[in-house]
Protein backbone atom coordinates (compact mmCIF):
# COMPACT_ATOMS: atom_id res chain seq x y z
CA UNK A 1 0.00 0.00 0.00
CA UNK A 2 2.69 2.43 0.75
CA UNK A 3 3.82 2.61 -3.26
CA UNK A 4 1.08 3.88 -3.70
CA UNK A 5 1.03 6.69 -1.78
CA UNK A 6 3.46 8.85 -4.47
CA UNK A 7 1.54 7.34 -7.48
CA UNK A 8 -1.92 9.22 -5.74
CA UNK A 9 0.18 12.05 -4.97
CA UNK A 10 0.88 12.27 -8.37
CA UNK A 11 -2.10 12.20 -9.89
CA UNK A 12 -4.20 14.88 -7.15
CA UNK A 13 -1.29 16.99 -7.99
CA UNK A 14 -1.69 18.23 -11.25
CA UNK A 15 -5.12 18.54 -11.38
CA UNK A 16 -6.26 22.29 -10.56
CA UNK A 17 -9.21 22.25 -11.38
CA UNK A 18 -10.84 25.72 -12.74
CA UNK A 19 -14.34 26.05 -11.78
CA UNK A 20 -16.85 27.23 -14.56
CA UNK A 21 -17.86 30.50 -14.92
CA UNK A 22 -21.53 30.90 -13.54
CA UNK A 23 -24.27 33.18 -13.59
CA UNK A 24 -27.71 33.71 -11.73
CA UNK A 25 -31.06 33.45 -14.20
CA UNK A 26 -33.93 34.40 -12.82
CA UNK A 27 -36.26 33.33 -15.76
CA UNK A 28 -39.62 35.44 -14.19
CA UNK A 29 -37.46 37.81 -15.97
CA UNK A 30 -39.18 39.33 -19.71
CA UNK A 31 -35.86 38.37 -21.46
CA UNK A 32 -36.29 34.58 -20.87
CA UNK A 33 -40.39 34.54 -21.57
CA UNK A 34 -42.08 33.86 -25.07
CA UNK A 35 -38.60 31.70 -26.39
CA UNK A 36 -37.83 27.92 -26.18
CA UNK A 37 -35.66 26.63 -23.42
CA UNK A 38 -33.61 25.77 -25.67
CA UNK A 39 -32.11 28.97 -27.16
CA UNK A 40 -32.22 29.50 -23.42
CA UNK A 41 -29.40 27.18 -23.01
CA UNK A 42 -28.45 27.87 -26.30
CA UNK A 43 -27.43 31.77 -24.92
CA UNK A 44 -25.92 30.89 -21.76
CA UNK A 45 -23.52 28.41 -23.91
CA UNK A 46 -22.77 30.90 -26.63
CA UNK A 47 -21.78 32.97 -23.22
CA UNK A 48 -19.48 30.99 -21.90
CA UNK A 49 -21.13 29.90 -18.75
CA UNK A 50 -20.70 26.25 -17.54
CA UNK A 51 -23.26 26.87 -13.76
CA UNK A 52 -26.17 28.01 -13.65
CA UNK A 53 -28.39 29.53 -9.95
CA UNK A 54 -31.89 29.87 -11.34
CA UNK A 55 -34.48 31.29 -10.12
CA UNK A 56 -38.65 30.60 -10.55
CA UNK A 57 -37.51 27.87 -13.20
CA UNK A 58 -39.20 25.00 -14.56
CA UNK A 59 -38.09 21.55 -14.80
CA UNK A 60 -38.13 21.11 -18.69
CA UNK A 61 -35.63 24.50 -18.39
CA UNK A 62 -33.46 22.86 -15.84
CA UNK A 63 -33.31 19.04 -17.77
CA UNK A 64 -32.53 21.36 -21.04
CA UNK A 65 -29.24 22.55 -18.90
CA UNK A 66 -28.39 19.01 -17.90
CA UNK A 67 -28.56 17.71 -20.96
CA UNK A 68 -26.27 20.80 -22.21
CA UNK A 69 -23.89 19.71 -19.40
CA UNK A 70 -24.19 22.96 -17.34
CA UNK A 71 -24.38 22.59 -13.88
CA UNK A 72 -27.26 23.88 -12.42
CA UNK A 73 -28.69 24.69 -9.11
CA UNK A 74 -31.70 25.65 -7.84
CA UNK A 75 -31.82 29.48 -5.97
CA UNK A 76 -34.28 29.59 -3.45
CA UNK A 77 -34.83 32.22 -0.48
CA UNK A 78 -34.47 31.33 3.05
CA UNK A 79 -36.07 34.24 5.02
CA UNK A 80 -39.39 34.99 3.16
CA UNK A 81 -41.06 35.24 -0.63
CA UNK A 82 -41.57 37.75 -3.07
CA UNK A 83 -44.61 36.38 -3.66
CA UNK A 84 -46.93 34.66 -1.49
CA UNK A 85 -49.31 33.56 -4.26
CA UNK A 86 -49.79 29.47 -3.94
CA UNK A 87 -48.77 29.09 -0.37
CA UNK A 88 -50.64 27.39 1.73
CA UNK A 89 -53.23 28.69 4.47
CA UNK A 90 -51.99 29.72 7.69
CA UNK A 91 -48.72 31.14 5.74
CA UNK A 92 -49.72 34.52 7.04
CA UNK A 93 -48.82 32.74 10.97
CA UNK A 94 -45.11 32.25 9.38
CA UNK A 95 -44.13 36.63 8.81
CA UNK A 96 -41.03 37.83 11.66
CA UNK A 97 -42.47 40.83 13.67
CA UNK A 98 -40.61 43.51 13.00
CA UNK A 99 -39.52 46.10 15.49
CA UNK A 100 -41.02 49.22 13.24
CA UNK A 101 -44.45 48.59 10.69
CA UNK A 102 -43.09 47.58 7.54
CA UNK A 103 -43.21 49.82 4.38
CA UNK A 104 -44.02 47.26 1.91
CA UNK A 105 -41.56 46.67 -0.68
CA UNK A 106 -42.33 43.44 -2.01
CA UNK A 107 -41.10 40.98 0.01
CA UNK A 108 -42.80 39.21 2.70
CA UNK A 109 -39.88 38.23 6.12
CA UNK A 110 -40.92 35.03 7.45
CA UNK A 111 -39.32 33.42 10.72
CA UNK A 112 -37.23 30.89 10.76
CA UNK A 113 -37.71 30.06 14.42
CA UNK A 114 -41.48 29.07 13.29
CA UNK A 115 -41.81 25.64 13.12
CA UNK A 116 -44.60 25.49 10.70
CA UNK A 117 -42.36 27.78 8.23
CA UNK A 118 -39.34 25.58 8.85
CA UNK A 119 -41.37 22.29 8.12
CA UNK A 120 -42.92 23.94 5.11
CA UNK A 121 -39.63 25.08 3.78
CA UNK A 122 -37.92 21.72 4.16
CA UNK A 123 -40.87 20.24 2.35
CA UNK A 124 -41.45 22.31 -0.47
CA UNK A 125 -37.77 22.69 -1.51
CA UNK A 126 -36.69 18.54 -0.96
CA UNK A 127 -40.18 18.42 -3.83
CA UNK A 128 -38.78 21.06 -6.12
CA UNK A 129 -35.27 18.90 -6.12
CA UNK A 130 -36.94 15.42 -6.38
CA UNK A 131 -38.99 17.01 -9.41
CA UNK A 132 -36.32 17.99 -11.13
CA UNK A 133 -32.55 17.09 -12.50
CA UNK A 134 -30.56 19.98 -9.92
CA UNK A 135 -27.07 19.53 -9.32
CA UNK A 136 -27.18 21.81 -6.04
CA UNK A 137 -29.49 23.90 -3.94
CA UNK A 138 -28.54 27.69 -3.19
CA UNK A 139 -29.75 28.34 0.25
CA UNK A 140 -29.83 31.98 0.17
CA UNK A 141 -30.46 34.89 2.68
CA UNK A 142 -31.06 32.73 5.25
CA UNK A 143 -30.80 35.37 7.91
CA UNK A 144 -32.44 38.15 9.73
CA UNK A 145 -32.88 41.45 8.47
CA UNK A 146 -31.63 44.74 10.45
CA UNK A 147 -28.89 46.83 9.00
CA UNK A 148 -27.06 48.22 10.53
CA UNK A 149 -28.40 47.16 13.60
CA UNK A 150 -31.47 47.78 15.96
CA UNK A 151 -32.48 50.90 14.17
CA UNK A 152 -32.86 49.75 10.69
CA UNK A 153 -36.27 50.09 9.14
CA UNK A 154 -37.18 46.70 9.23
CA UNK A 155 -35.11 44.87 12.01
CA UNK A 156 -36.80 41.44 13.22
CA UNK A 157 -37.54 39.37 14.25
CA UNK A 158 -39.34 39.52 17.72
CA UNK A 159 -42.29 36.91 17.37
CA UNK A 160 -43.90 34.42 20.09
CA UNK A 161 -41.45 32.03 18.42
CA UNK A 162 -37.97 33.92 18.98
CA UNK A 163 -39.37 35.08 22.34
CA UNK A 164 -39.84 31.66 23.39
CA UNK A 165 -36.34 30.14 21.63
CA UNK A 166 -34.38 32.78 23.35
CA UNK A 167 -35.83 32.35 26.74
CA UNK A 168 -35.36 28.80 26.29
CA UNK A 169 -31.73 29.40 25.27
CA UNK A 170 -31.20 32.19 28.43
CA UNK A 171 -33.88 31.50 31.03
CA UNK A 172 -31.65 33.79 33.43
CA UNK A 173 -33.21 36.73 31.49
CA UNK A 174 -36.26 38.03 31.40
CA UNK A 175 -36.65 38.51 27.99
CA UNK A 176 -35.02 39.82 24.75
CA UNK A 177 -33.80 43.48 24.75
CA UNK A 178 -35.87 46.68 24.39
CA UNK A 179 -35.46 48.13 21.26
CA UNK A 180 -38.03 51.11 21.75
CA UNK A 181 -38.48 52.55 25.24
CA UNK A 182 -34.51 54.30 26.26
CA UNK A 183 -35.65 54.24 29.33
CA UNK A 184 -36.64 50.50 29.78
CA UNK A 185 -33.79 48.48 31.88
CA UNK A 186 -33.19 46.08 28.61
CA UNK A 187 -33.07 48.59 26.46
CA UNK A 188 -30.52 46.85 23.63
CA UNK A 189 -28.24 49.89 24.07
CA UNK A 190 -27.70 50.00 27.65
CA UNK A 191 -27.93 46.35 28.71
CA UNK A 192 -25.22 45.36 26.59
CA UNK A 193 -24.86 41.45 28.14
CA UNK A 194 -28.19 41.31 27.19
CA UNK A 195 -27.96 42.34 24.02
CA UNK A 196 -24.65 40.22 23.66
CA UNK A 197 -26.83 37.31 24.08
CA UNK A 198 -29.71 38.28 21.52
CA UNK A 199 -26.96 38.52 18.68
CA UNK A 200 -25.56 35.05 19.63
CA UNK A 201 -28.96 33.68 19.67
CA UNK A 202 -29.86 35.13 15.90
CA UNK A 203 -26.68 33.78 14.89
CA UNK A 204 -27.55 30.18 16.73
CA UNK A 205 -31.01 30.42 15.08
CA UNK A 206 -29.73 30.95 11.68
CA UNK A 207 -27.12 28.14 11.93
CA UNK A 208 -29.42 25.34 13.67
CA UNK A 209 -32.38 26.14 10.94
CA UNK A 210 -29.80 25.47 8.23
CA UNK A 211 -28.50 22.47 9.44
CA UNK A 212 -31.99 21.41 10.50
CA UNK A 213 -32.94 21.55 6.40
CA UNK A 214 -29.92 20.40 5.28
CA UNK A 215 -28.95 17.61 7.77
CA UNK A 216 -32.05 16.85 9.82
CA UNK A 217 -34.70 13.81 9.09
CA UNK A 218 -36.21 14.15 5.95
CA UNK A 219 -34.12 17.48 5.22
CA UNK A 220 -32.19 17.39 1.71
CA UNK A 221 -29.55 15.39 2.34
CA UNK A 222 -32.02 12.55 4.13
CA UNK A 223 -34.26 12.46 0.83
CA UNK A 224 -32.24 13.85 -1.94
CA UNK A 225 -28.55 12.97 -1.03
CA UNK A 226 -27.32 13.33 -4.35
CA UNK A 227 -27.81 17.24 -4.32
CA UNK A 228 -24.68 19.42 -3.38
CA UNK A 229 -25.84 22.08 -0.85
CA UNK A 230 -24.87 25.57 -1.33
CA UNK A 231 -25.06 27.91 2.15
CA UNK A 232 -24.82 31.71 1.67
CA UNK A 233 -24.35 34.75 3.76
CA UNK A 234 -23.36 38.19 3.18
CA UNK A 235 -20.13 40.26 3.51
CA UNK A 236 -20.04 44.52 3.36
CA UNK A 237 -16.95 46.52 2.76
CA UNK A 238 -17.20 47.89 6.41
CA UNK A 239 -14.36 47.41 9.71
CA UNK A 240 -14.86 45.35 12.17
CA UNK A 241 -17.78 43.10 9.20
CA UNK A 242 -17.36 39.87 11.10
CA UNK A 243 -18.87 40.52 14.07
CA UNK A 244 -20.93 43.51 12.33
CA UNK A 245 -22.62 41.04 10.65
CA UNK A 246 -23.30 39.13 13.52
CA UNK A 247 -24.76 41.36 15.20
CA UNK A 248 -27.04 43.35 11.85
CA UNK A 249 -28.42 39.74 10.30
CA UNK A 250 -27.55 37.36 12.97
CA UNK A 251 -25.08 35.81 9.87
CA UNK A 252 -21.68 33.97 10.65
CA UNK A 253 -20.49 32.87 7.46
CA UNK A 254 -17.84 30.30 9.66
CA UNK A 255 -20.40 28.97 12.28
CA UNK A 256 -22.53 28.11 9.72
CA UNK A 257 -19.82 25.87 7.19
CA UNK A 258 -18.48 23.94 10.48
CA UNK A 259 -21.94 23.16 11.46
CA UNK A 260 -24.35 22.49 8.09
CA UNK A 261 -20.50 20.71 6.57
CA UNK A 262 -22.10 22.48 3.13
CA UNK A 263 -20.21 21.23 -0.62
CA UNK A 264 -20.02 25.15 -1.09
CA UNK A 265 -19.93 28.79 0.34
CA UNK A 266 -21.36 31.87 -1.17
CA UNK A 267 -20.74 35.14 -0.16
CA UNK A 268 -23.05 37.21 -1.21
CA UNK A 269 -22.42 40.97 -2.05
CA UNK A 270 -24.47 43.15 0.83
CA UNK A 271 -26.83 46.12 -0.82
CA UNK A 272 -23.96 48.80 0.93
CA UNK A 273 -21.83 47.72 -1.54
CA UNK A 274 -23.55 47.18 -5.01
CA UNK A 275 -25.37 49.60 -5.04
CA UNK A 276 -22.60 52.09 -4.91
CA UNK A 277 -22.57 53.23 -9.03
CA UNK A 278 -18.67 53.65 -8.85
CA UNK A 279 -18.07 50.26 -6.88
CA UNK A 280 -14.49 49.41 -7.99
CA UNK A 281 -13.81 45.58 -8.93
CA UNK A 282 -11.43 45.42 -6.76
CA UNK A 283 -13.68 45.26 -3.56
CA UNK A 284 -13.63 41.44 -3.68
CA UNK A 285 -10.45 42.13 -1.39
CA UNK A 286 -12.19 43.52 1.25
CA UNK A 287 -14.15 40.24 1.77
CA UNK A 288 -10.96 39.05 2.56
CA UNK A 289 -11.56 38.39 6.01
CA UNK A 290 -14.94 36.57 5.73
CA UNK A 291 -13.34 34.31 3.13
CA UNK A 292 -10.22 33.78 6.13
CA UNK A 293 -12.83 32.93 9.02
CA UNK A 294 -14.37 30.07 6.34
CA UNK A 295 -10.85 28.58 5.31
CA UNK A 296 -9.89 29.06 9.71
CA UNK A 297 -12.78 25.84 10.07
CA UNK A 298 -13.04 24.40 6.20
CA UNK A 299 -9.51 25.33 4.30
CA UNK A 300 -11.21 23.18 1.39
CA UNK A 301 -14.36 24.28 0.89
CA UNK A 302 -15.23 25.92 -2.72
CA UNK A 303 -15.92 29.71 -1.91
CA UNK A 304 -17.73 32.05 -4.32
CA UNK A 305 -18.64 35.18 -4.89
CA UNK A 306 -21.99 36.64 -5.54
CA UNK A 307 -22.80 40.56 -7.35
CA UNK A 308 -25.28 42.16 -8.50
CA UNK A 309 -24.59 43.73 -11.81
CA UNK A 310 -27.62 45.72 -12.97
CA UNK A 311 -30.84 46.06 -10.48
CA UNK A 312 -30.83 49.64 -10.45
CA UNK A 313 -29.78 52.04 -13.72
CA UNK A 314 -26.70 53.85 -12.46
CA UNK A 315 -24.56 50.27 -11.38
CA UNK A 316 -24.72 48.51 -14.39
CA UNK A 317 -21.84 46.49 -14.62
CA UNK A 318 -19.92 46.07 -18.17
CA UNK A 319 -18.20 42.81 -18.97
CA UNK A 320 -14.92 44.42 -18.38
CA UNK A 321 -15.46 44.92 -15.12
CA UNK A 322 -16.72 41.68 -14.72
CA UNK A 323 -14.01 39.99 -15.90
CA UNK A 324 -11.66 42.08 -13.67
CA UNK A 325 -14.03 41.58 -10.65
CA UNK A 326 -13.69 37.26 -11.82
CA UNK A 327 -9.72 37.93 -10.81
CA UNK A 328 -9.96 40.10 -8.28
CA UNK A 329 -12.24 37.84 -6.77
CA UNK A 330 -10.01 34.92 -7.30
CA UNK A 331 -6.72 37.33 -5.40
CA UNK A 332 -9.13 37.23 -2.49
CA UNK A 333 -9.54 33.12 -2.12
CA UNK A 334 -12.81 32.75 -3.95
CA UNK A 335 -12.73 30.33 -6.38
CA UNK A 336 -15.37 31.50 -8.81
CA UNK A 337 -17.85 34.19 -8.85
CA UNK A 338 -21.82 34.20 -10.00
CA UNK A 339 -23.86 37.63 -10.82
CA UNK A 340 -27.63 38.28 -10.66
CA UNK A 341 -28.79 38.73 -13.02
CA UNK A 342 -27.58 37.74 -17.14
CA UNK A 343 -30.31 40.13 -18.27
CA UNK A 344 -29.43 43.00 -16.61
CA UNK A 345 -25.85 43.26 -17.17
CA UNK A 346 -24.59 46.61 -18.81
CA UNK A 347 -23.24 44.51 -21.78
CA UNK A 348 -27.30 44.18 -22.64
CA UNK A 349 -27.70 47.76 -23.03
CA UNK A 350 -24.39 48.31 -25.54
CA UNK A 351 -23.47 45.32 -26.71
CA UNK A 352 -24.72 44.68 -30.62
CA UNK A 353 -26.22 41.49 -31.79
CA UNK A 354 -23.12 39.39 -33.34
CA UNK A 355 -23.91 35.63 -34.87
CA UNK A 356 -21.13 33.20 -32.88
CA UNK A 357 -21.98 29.89 -34.56
CA UNK A 358 -23.43 28.79 -37.65
CA UNK A 359 -25.07 25.14 -38.04
CA UNK A 360 -26.45 23.09 -41.11
CA UNK A 361 -30.22 22.57 -40.88
CA UNK A 362 -31.70 20.13 -42.77
CA UNK A 363 -33.23 23.21 -45.20
CA UNK A 364 -31.15 25.45 -44.30
CA UNK A 365 -28.71 27.35 -41.28
CA UNK A 366 -29.62 27.81 -37.88
CA UNK A 367 -27.74 31.11 -36.79
CA UNK A 368 -26.93 31.74 -33.24
CA UNK A 369 -26.86 35.28 -31.88
CA UNK A 370 -24.64 36.18 -28.73
CA UNK A 371 -28.23 38.13 -27.31
CA UNK A 372 -32.05 37.59 -27.88
CA UNK A 373 -33.08 39.26 -30.62
CA UNK A 374 -36.03 41.33 -31.87
CA UNK A 375 -38.48 39.54 -33.80
CA UNK A 376 -39.75 41.60 -36.18
CA UNK A 377 -35.95 42.47 -37.57
CA UNK A 378 -34.83 39.45 -37.53
CA UNK A 379 -37.97 37.75 -39.34
CA UNK A 380 -37.60 40.05 -42.31
CA UNK A 381 -36.59 38.57 -45.60
CA UNK A 382 -35.07 41.44 -46.65
CA UNK A 383 -32.15 41.54 -43.94
CA UNK A 384 -30.95 38.35 -45.26
CA UNK A 385 -29.43 37.80 -48.33
CA UNK A 386 -27.71 34.76 -50.14
CA UNK A 387 -24.97 34.05 -52.35
CA UNK A 388 -26.72 31.05 -53.69
CA UNK A 389 -30.26 29.92 -53.93
CA UNK A 390 -32.99 31.90 -51.55
CA UNK A 391 -34.58 32.74 -47.95
CA UNK A 392 -37.50 31.00 -47.88
CA UNK A 393 -38.63 32.39 -44.30
CA UNK A 394 -36.82 33.11 -41.29
CA UNK A 395 -37.97 31.70 -37.87
CA UNK A 396 -36.58 33.39 -34.76
CA UNK A 397 -36.49 32.22 -31.68
CA UNK A 398 -34.90 34.29 -28.67
CA UNK A 399 -31.01 34.48 -30.00
CA UNK A 400 -31.35 31.97 -32.77
CA UNK A 401 -32.82 31.92 -36.21
CA UNK A 402 -33.32 29.35 -38.36
CA UNK A 403 -33.09 30.31 -42.29
CA UNK A 404 -35.23 27.77 -44.56
CA UNK A 405 -33.09 28.23 -47.78
CA UNK A 406 -34.10 26.54 -51.35
CA UNK A 407 -32.03 25.91 -54.55
CA UNK A 408 -28.78 26.68 -52.89
CA UNK A 409 -26.02 24.93 -55.35
CA UNK A 410 -22.71 24.40 -53.08
CA UNK A 411 -21.48 26.42 -49.40
CA UNK A 412 -23.86 29.15 -48.44
CA UNK A 413 -22.94 32.34 -47.31
CA UNK A 414 -25.38 34.61 -45.75
CA UNK A 415 -24.70 38.47 -45.70
CA UNK A 416 -27.00 40.13 -42.74
CA UNK A 417 -28.37 43.47 -42.21
CA UNK A 418 -30.83 45.51 -39.98
CA UNK A 419 -31.53 43.03 -37.22
CA UNK A 420 -31.49 44.46 -33.80
CA UNK A 421 -31.15 43.10 -30.14
CA UNK A 422 -34.95 43.16 -27.98
CA UNK A 423 -35.20 46.45 -26.50
CA UNK A 424 -38.34 45.48 -24.97
CA UNK A 425 -37.32 42.56 -22.88
CA UNK A 426 -34.51 44.78 -21.03
CA UNK A 427 -35.10 45.80 -17.48
CA UNK A 428 -34.49 49.64 -18.48
CA UNK A 429 -35.18 51.03 -21.52
CA UNK A 430 -33.27 53.69 -21.51
CA UNK A 431 -30.41 53.04 -24.40
CA UNK A 432 -31.92 52.56 -27.65
CA UNK A 433 -32.05 48.99 -29.09
CA UNK A 434 -28.55 47.48 -31.09
CA UNK A 435 -28.11 46.77 -34.80
CA UNK A 436 -26.02 43.99 -35.92
CA UNK A 437 -22.73 45.53 -37.92
CA UNK A 438 -24.18 46.31 -41.90
CA UNK A 439 -23.18 43.83 -44.25
CA UNK A 440 -21.98 40.98 -41.56
CA UNK A 441 -21.38 37.79 -43.54
CA UNK A 442 -21.36 34.28 -42.03
CA UNK A 443 -21.16 30.91 -43.52
CA UNK A 444 -20.53 27.58 -42.11
CA UNK A 445 -17.69 27.38 -40.24
CA UNK A 446 -15.07 24.66 -40.49
CA UNK A 447 -15.39 22.86 -37.22
CA UNK A 448 -19.30 23.10 -37.82
CA UNK A 449 -19.20 21.92 -41.53
CA UNK A 450 -18.13 17.95 -40.90
ZN1 LIG B 1 -39.49 35.03 14.92
Redesign the pocket.
Known amino acids: MERLIPILFLIACPVVSQAARSITLDVSFPYYQERSDESIVEEIRANDFGDIRLISAKPPLVEAFKEANIQTWLLTFMNGAYSTAGLPDGWKNWQ??LSKPAKPDGFTYF?C??PAYRKWKRDQLVEALSASEYYGVDLVEPYFPGYPDPTADIY????D??VAAFKKMYPEMKGPPDFSDPKSPRYWKTDKALYERWVGFRVASVVSYLDEIVNGAEGIRDKCPKIKISTWSLAVDIPNQIAKLRESEGLDAAAIVKRVKPDMHVVQTHWPDWMKPGLSAKYPLKYKPVVDSIKEVTPLLPIMLQADIGSRVEMRRSRSWLNDLEKRAREAGFESVTSYEYSIGNYMYTEAPKVVKVEAEPDGLKLVFNKRLDATTASNLSNYSVNTGRVDYAKVDGNTVRLSISGADGEIEVTISGLTDDESRRLYHDKPARKIEDNTRVSLTEELDE
Open positions: MKCNNGCLCHC
